[in-house]
């Protein structure tokens, strides 16, 4: 289960079109809505999946791709 706990997200991609950023709390890929960076940044999401909270942090970059979860991935 996800802490309540809202995380800074500083890294956005985009997926389809769609903004896109790894969930802090399971790790997992997940689609946000917003049509620009400056929309969204400052903007809290849950994701329905974990019930994890997050937050686009103000000075979140935007990357072309989300880098890896580091060795300890899941799957
Ligand atoms: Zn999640």
């Known amino acids: 289960m996800a802490t309540d706990e809202i995380i800074d997200i500083n890294l956005v991609s985009k997926d ?3 903004y896109c950023v790894r969930c802090p709390h399971c790790k997992q890929i997940i689609g946000i809505e ?3 960076l400056s ?4 903007e ?3 994701h329905r999946k974990c019930g994890g909270w997050m937050q686009i ?3 979140a970059r ?4 989300l880098p890896a979860i580091s060795s ?4």
């Open 57 to 59: 942090g103000w000075n």
């Open 62 to 65: 935007f990357v072309k791709e």
């Open 72 to 75: 300890k991935a899941t799957n």
């Open 44 to 46: 809290q999401y849950q």
């Open 16 to 18: 389809g079109g769609d």
């Open 34 to 36: 917003g049509d620009d």
């Open 39 to 42: 929309e969204i940044r400052g």
